[in-house]
């Protein structure tokens, strides 16, 4: 998975944006702007790089995570996006993904050649906490998107997401926890029972991340930022990545 991050900065909205990666990332390696100031990046045309002999750098079947220092979404990129809009057409050969917390927005940044979404396009809904998965999930179901993902991170406590898990339109929930030194706990109770709701439901389940503080058993468990993917993997909860893209 190739990270493409046309602009980076983004702005704190909601519970899950606390301890948010992007400005302690900023903070550890000093700097000089503050995150909250969105700004081009020099990787802005990213998927068409050339190499020598004219080639696309990145070849067809290249997938692209988008936006991840920031929010494709994000008001102050209004007049950024659509050339991105136009670079994902371009490469229509490649895969793209990108995750928001303003899912509202959507509809207000589409193309107008989206119809009801393009099929290189996977877009993942984040919600972490029961209000803003009841805010988040009815908006996200409603409007015309090809490839629909639900990211449950960080997840901050038991979410019910039982009435939105519909498997003719969500096609993966991934659940993961909050990583960082002020990092709130995930109870794996919450990622079993989410785990239960998708298999309930015939919904793909991917548990991705485990966060920096693990409680299980009633015990609660310090797991280092390069085991957070391993541990969450050992867990045996994931069905089957997350492939009708394209």
Same mark, same amino acid.
């Given at each position: ?26 903070? /550890?390696? &000093? #700097?000089?702007?503050?995150?909250? !100031?969105?700004?081009?990046? @020099? ?18 079947? #290249?997938?692209? @995570?988008?936006?991840?220092? #920031?929010?494709?979404? $994000? ?6 996006? =659509? !050339? $991105? %809009?136009?670079?994902?057409?371009? *490469? ?10 303003? $899912? ?6 589409? =193309?107008?050649? %989206? ?17 803003? /998965? ?25 979410? +019910?997401? #039982?009435?939105?898990?519909?498997? +003719?339109?969500? !096609? ?7 990583? &960082?030194?002020? @990092?709130?706990?995930?109870?794996? +109770? ?13 919904? =793909? ?17 310090? $797991?280092? *930022? !390069? ?7 050992? /867990? ?9 893209? &394209?």
């Amino acid at each position: 998975m190739i990270t493409w991050n046309p602009w980076h900065g983004c702005h704190k909205i909601s519970a899950g944006c606390r301890h948010c990666y992007v400005y302690r990332e900023d903070m /550890a390696f &000093g #700097s000089a702007l503050p995150t909250s !100031e969105i700004r081009k990046t @020099a990787s802005f045309r990213l998927p068409l790089k050339r190499d020598r002999k004219k080639n696309w750098k990145y070849p067809a079947g #290249s997938q692209f @995570a988008l936006c991840f220092t #920031s929010d494709l979404l $994000i008001e102050e990129a209004d007049l950024w996006r =659509p !050339e $991105i %809009w136009d670079i994902i057409r371009q *490469r229509h050969d490649c895969t793209f993904f990108f995750f928001t917390k303003r $899912i509202e927005r959507l509809e207000h940044c589409l =193309p107008d050649d %989206w119809g009801d979404g393009y099929d290189n396009l996977a877009i993942g809904c984040t919600v972490e906490n029961q209000d803003r /998965a009841d805010f988040r999930m009815p908006i996200f179901l409603s409007l015309p998107i090809k490839h629909r993902l639900v990211i449950v991170a960080p997840m901050l406590r038991q979410i +019910d997401l #039982s009435k939105y898990l519909d498997p +003719d339109i969500i !096609e993966q929930v991934s659940v993961g926890g909050e990583s &960082g030194k002020y @990092a709130r706990p995930l109870n794996y +109770d919450w990622v079993l029972d989410m785990h239960a709701q998708c298999k309930d439901a015939g919904i =793909p389940f991917n548990f991705h991340q485990t966060g920096s503080y693990l409680i299980k058993d009633g015990r609660q468990y310090h $797991i280092p *930022r !390069e085991h957070q993917h391993s541990q969450a993997r050992k /867990a045996g909860l994931d069905d089957i990545s997350f492939n009708k893209i &394209g």
